[in-house]
C-alpha cells in the first residue's frame, strides 16, 4: 500500500471530521443530550452508501484507485466512512440550530404572555397601594 | 442504465430529490418551523463540500467522466455536484429532524 492511496480518508478526516470535533466542542451541552440521535441516523443512513454503486456503474464519478485503498464494498470502502463523517456533520447542525429555534419560541411565547399583565399595570398605574 | 449525459442528473433525483419530497410532504409544517435549521445545514454544506470538491479535483481523488454530466462545468467541476450537495444535505437535515421529534415524543410519553 502506497501513502497516496491514503489521500480519500485523509480528506474525509481533514473536512468532515475536524467540522464535528469543532461543532461538537462548540455545542458540546446540546449536543449530548441528542447523543442516541445522532447515531441512530447515521446507523440509518449507513446501507444508503451503497447506493454509489449505481452513480459508478452509470458513470455518474469515478474515484482514483490510486489515492483510495480500492477496496469495494459495492462502494468504495473509504464512502462509508465520508457517509458517516458527512451525516454526522450534517445532523449536528440540524439538531443544533432546532434546539435553538424552540429556545427562541419559547423566549417569544413567554413575552406574549407577559403582555397582558403589562397593560394592565399601565391601565390601573403601578402605584405602591396596587402593589399590596 | 440512463443515457451518459444525464446519468448524474437521474442519480441525484432517484436518491436524493424524491426522498426529500417525501419527507417534506410527511412533515412540512415540523420542517417550515425549523426552516432556519434547513438554511443552516445547506450553506454549511456548501462552504465545506464545495472546498472538499476542489480539494478532490487538486488530489485527483475522485473525479467526473467527461460525459457525466448535462450542466456546464465552472472550475472543472460539474454543476450537478451543487445539486447534490443541496439535496444531500436537505435529506439529512429532514430525517435528522424527524428522528428528534420522535425522541422528544419518546421522553414525552416516559414521563
Redesign the interface.
Same mark, same amino acid.
Given at each position: 500500500m502506497k501513502l497516496g492511496q491514503l489521500?480519500?480518508i485523509f @480528506?474525509i478526516f481533514?473536512? @468532515?471530521g475536524t467540522?464535528v470535533l469543532a461543532k461538537w466542542h462548540k455545542d458540546k451541552k446540546i449536543l449530548k443530550k441528542?447523543e442516541? !440521535? &445522532?447515531l441512530? !441516523?447515521i446507523l440509518?443512513?449507513l446501507p444508503?452508501t451503497a447506493?454509489d454503486y449505481?452513480?459508478l456503474?452509470?458513470?455518474?464519478?469515478?474515484?482514483?484507485p490510486?489515492?483510495?485503498l480500492d477496496i469495494k464494498l459495492s462502494a468504495e470502502i473509504e464512502t462509508y466512512l465520508f457517509a458517516v463523517g458527512?451525516?454526522c @456533520?450534517?445532523?449536528i !447542525?440540524? &439538531?443544533a @440550530?432546532?434546539v435553538? !429555534?424552540d429556545r427562541s419560541l419559547k423566549v417569544k411565547k413567554k413575552q406574549i404572555r407577559m403582555k397582558p399583565k403589562l397593560k394592565l399595570r399601565r391601565a390601573f398605574g403601578d402605584s405602591g397601594a396596587t402593589r399590596r | 442504465m440512463p443515457r451518459p449525459h444525464t446519468a448524474y442528473l437521474i442519480w441525484v433525483f432517484i436518491f436524493l430529490v424524491i426522498p426529500g419530497a417525501i419527507l417534506w410532504f410527511a412533515a412540512w409544517q415540523t420542517f417550515w418551523k425549523y426552516r432556519k435549521a434547513f438554511t443552516q445545514c445547506i450553506l454549511i454544506a456548501l462552504i465545506i463540500g464545495l472546498a472538499w470538491d476542489f480539494f478532490a479535483i487538486k488530489t485527483e481523488i475522485w473525479g467526473w467522466p467527461e460525459q457525466c454530466c448535462a450542466l456546464p462545468r465552472v472550475y472543472g467541476l460539474p454543476l450537478e455536484e451543487v445539486l447534490f450537495i443541496v439535496f444531500t444535505a436537505n435529506v439529512i437535515c429532514a430525517t435528522s429532524l424527524i428522528a428528534r421529534e420522535i425522541y422528544l415524543n419518546h421522553r414525552k410519553q416516559l414521563r
Open positions: 489521500t480519500y @480528506s481533514l473536512f @468532515s467540522f441528542y442516541l !440521535v &445522532i441512530l !441516523v440509518f443512513f444508503f447506493f449505481f452513480a456503474k452509470w458513470g455518474a464519478w469515478f474515484y482514483n490510486q489515492r483510495t458527512v451525516t @456533520s450534517m445532523a !447542525v440540524a &439538531i @440550530s432546532a435553538r !429555534v | -
